[in-house]
């Protein structure tokens, strides 16, 4: 059996013989991958950062995110996000430290870009990816009304996404890699 | 203790444990005192009169062992989200057959094409390239052995009173293959990882394009793009045409039906590290990025809704793993953990992999609660449920790694207890 440090240590052993040959050693692999052009990549990047990377341009609406919702999403998460088979949405009542917390998007989650991706990439179940960017946004927009931190006529721009600080931003302490001090959300691996 | 157990094999530990070298000696005829098949054979012929049945160009189990399946429990809105568990307590050894390991979908089994499939690295890297299933079966690849255990395993365990099912059907989301594949390390030595990157986002192509942040220094440790598995082509439902495999890391990090890997500077915060596989202190504080698997056994046997219908010796045995390495030893009680006996380990013991404990038990018919507790090459040991919930409170939900009692009661009958 070839373990991954023996697998490194032959290819080590074909970078250097080569190295007398080339200037420049060969990769360690056969060299099989095929380049990508811009426009496959730009298509491909489709994960949202907190630091707004990857997010669209483009506007949310809480007033049509709420017909949205009621239409594409009550029938699992239950009227205006309050449960159902899926996970209730907001209206946290018991705090987290309580015997019975409410973990909703308002009381949990980190950081509001997440529900802009996640919603574009996974809702809904029986659809995924059918929402355009405008209707995430919208959504987004709703779903972040519902829990109090978005004002219903105000428009939810990816500036504001960004800016937004969730309630538990700070609730998080990573355990099997570093955090990075609270000044750099950049963060560092181990 | 050892006088209540009529029996002239040397002792172990209370309530009837037998010290583990006397099975490895093989010194006693252990075998005659096992309880032998009472019921009789079906009214069939004897196949030693009849000619067998032919050839089939994929074999099954015997049309005898139709219990040892898997139990799935989805939801019903959305049938492809849901869980089915790998039947521990039927299966022997450590490696789980390919049709029983364990299922973890968030939207169910796509069907991929390979020929349709790439997996591309994009992102802070110098050469963004995509690799075909055909290109990357021309790369060197290495085989390990190691377990997948989803984060949520067990967690049944922070329910007030202990579930009377299956043993497996708590603690079977978990299973152990010999994976085989291309070291991570090679395609990114390809693509030139940007100094820059720290953070990886793997992206599954199914219906819930889950995303998970793995940190690059994994990737270039010892993951693996894992096309084999238990030396045929990965099945569906564990990711076909590949996955991403991060020995000893929580499941749901080693995507199934991976395509894309996104190198960045930071974690995408995706929902699934951060409303979901992340636990919830008491305090209000929740841990995220608990990436690694903790050190954790099982009884398997005898275990919940068994019976031990004759007294006499049986064995004790279970499994073992740690996502942080080797396993070093495995303790056993009969006794409640007032007195333990360490049990056999089945050899070679690998890191981050499954390992077989083994003890005989001298049962005579007395009441007994059976545990087991592992400790890994790091010195962690197993903590018990009340230690477990004093240090993590009770809706961490994820990574419930506590010791597993069970109650055999004067009739044979195993219960699950909290002790």
């Known amino acids: 059996m070839c373990t991954p440090r023996r697998a490194r240590a032959w290819m080590v052993g074909l970078l250097l013989t080569a190295v007398v040959q080339a200037q420049e050693g060969p990769p360690l692999g056969p060299g099989l991958g095929q380049p990508l052009d811009e426009r496959t ?137 570093t955090k990075p001090p609270p000044e750099a959300d950049r963060t560092t691996a181990p | 203790m050892g006088d209540e157990n009529d029996t002239t094999l040397p002792p172990g530990a209370g309530n009837g444990l037998i010290d583990r070298r006397t099975l490895l000696t093989g010194s006693v005829a252990l075998g005659a005192a096992f309880c032998l098949p009472r019921t009789p054979m079906a009214q069939k012929p004897d196949p030693m009169q009849v000619p067998g049945s032919g050839f089939v160009t994929y074999g099954h189990p015997s049309v005898h062992e139709k219990r040892t399946i898997r139990y799935s429990s989805t939801n019903p809105m959305a049938p492809g989200n849901g869980i089915s568990y790998t039947p521990l307590h039927r299966l022997e050894g450590t490696i789980v057959p390919n049709g029983l390991h364990f299922e973890r979908h968030h939207n169910g089994v796509p069907n991929i094409d390979p020929a349709s499939h790439r997996l591309t690295i994009h992102g802070k890297v110098k050469r963004p390239l995509a690799f075909s299933i055909d290109a990357l079966l021309r790369y060197p690849m290495h085989s390990r052995q190691c377990f997948v255990e989803c984060g949520g395993n067990s967690n049944a365990g922070w329910n007030d009173e202990p579930l009377q099912t299956a043993t497996s059907n708590i603690h079977g989301m978990v299973a152990n293959s010999e994976w085989t594949g291309v070291p991570v390390a090679i395609l990114l030595d390809e693509v030139g990882v940007d100094p820059a990157a720290t953070w990886a986002v793997a992206e599954g192509r199914d219906a819930f394009a889950l995303a998970m942040s793995v940190p690059v220094a994994k990737l270039s440790d010892d993951a693996m793009i894992a096309l084999y598995q238990n030396g045929e082509r990965i099945r569906p439902e564990n990711g076909y045409p590949m996955r991403l495999l991060l020995p000893g890391y929580e499941g749901v990090t080693q995507v199934k039906w991976l395509h894309r890997l996104q190198l960045a500077d930071q974690p995408a915060m995706a929902r699934n590290e951060t409303s979901r596989y992340t636990e919830l202190q008491a305090d209000g504080t929740a841990r995220q990025f608990t990436l690694e698997m903790e050190v954790k056994s099982l009884i398997t046997s005898p275990s919940t809704g068994m019976v031990l219908d004759e007294r006499g010796l049986y064995e004790v045995k279970g499994l073992a793993w740690s996502g942080r390495g080797r396993i070093v030893r495995v303790e056993v009680s009969a006794d409640g953990g007032k007195s333990w ?35 890994d090459e790091t010195g962690e040991v197993q903590p018990e449920r009340d230690v477990l919930i004093a240090k993590r409170g009770k809706h961490g939900y994820f990574h419930y790694n506590a010791v597993v009692s069970y109650a055999v009661d004067e009739d044979g009958f195993v219960s699950h207890v909290y002790t």
């Open chain 1, 41 to 177: 990549l730009l298509a491909l990047d489709r994960t949202v950062f907190p630091d707004g990377t990857g997010l669209p341009q483009g506007s949310g609406d809480v007033s049509l995110g709420e017909a949205l919702f009621a239409e594409r999403c009550a029938h699992c998460h239950g009227e205006a996000g309050a449960g159902g088979t899926a996970p209730e949405l907001a209206y946290a009542q018991m705090p987290l430290d309580s015997e019975w917390p409410d973990q909703t998007i308002g009381s949990y989650w980190p950081y509001a870009t997440t529900v802009f991706d996640f919603v574009r990439r996974a809702m809904p179940m029986e659809a995924p990816g059918s929402l355009s960017d405008e209707q995430t946004y919208h959504l987004t927009a709703y779903l972040l009304h519902l829990n109090g931190l978005h004002e219903r006529d105000a428009p939810l721009t990816r500036q504001v996404l960004i800016t937004l600080r969730m309630p538990n931003r700070d609730g998080f302490r990573w355990v099997d890699v």
């Open chain 2, 341 to 375: 006996a360490e049990a056999a380990l089945d050899g070679p013991v690998q890191p981050k992999c499954f390992t077989r404990f083994r003890l005989p038990w001298h049962w005579q018919g007395q009441a007994a609660v059976l545990k087991s507790r592992a400790t």
